[in-house]
């Protein structure tokens, strides 16, 4: 029998009234900030928390989930797992780490412009607005 294996990647959807945060990757994909869920992470949220403040040097109060879906199969034959929560972040200034080479503030109308994986598109349209204080 094959054994099913999944990975989870934790993504946070930060936005405020009118603009959402993506980072760029290495091959040039835009992408919400989060990743994968550690063994040794006390919850999938407080993974969360460390992504955002890794990738984007920004301390993030994690919310609710907000999207989840199946995303892809990886080359080792696992599906990945997204979980897209709402965040909030008292700061907007970014400072990327060396898994991204890029960062920008995007206006929710500018997003269709942005080749952004669909699943993305669909965390940020289930998000709450208004999540910066």
Same mark, same amino acid.
């Given at each position: ?5 999944w @990975?989870?990647s ?6 405020? @009234?009118? %603009?959402?945060?993506?980072l ?5 994909? =835009? ?14 949220e407080?993974?969360l928390? %460390?992504? *955002?403040?890794?990738? @984007?040097?920004?301390?993030a109060e ?13 080359g080792?034959? +696992? ?5 897209? /929560?709402?965040?909030r *972040?008292?700061a907007t200034?970014?400072?990327?780490s060396?898994?991204?080479v890029?960062?920008? =503030?995007?206006?929710?109308d ?9 699943? /993305?598109? +669909?965390?940020?349209?289930?998000a709450? %607005?208004?999540?910066?204080?």
């Amino acid at each position: 029998m094959d054994e099913q294996r999944w @990975a989870v990647s934790a993504k946070a959807v930060v936005m405020d @009234a009118s %603009r959402v945060l993506l980072l760029q990757n290495d091959r040039g994909d =835009w992408e919400l900030p989060g990743g994968r869920v550690d063994a040794d992470d006390a919850s999938i949220e407080s993974a969360l928390a %460390r992504e *955002v403040e890794e990738e @984007a040097g920004l301390v993030a109060e994690v919310g609710r989930v907000c999207h989840a879906e199946i995303f892809a199969q990886v080359g080792d034959g +696992r599906q990945v797992i997204i979980v897209a /929560y709402d965040a909030r *972040v008292s700061a907007t200034g970014v400072t990327i780490s060396d898994e991204h080479v890029g960062a920008a =503030w995007v206006a929710l109308d500018a997003l269709a412009e942005i080749d952004l994986p669909a699943v /993305y598109h +669909r965390a940020i349209e289930a998000a709450p %607005r208004s999540q910066m204080p």
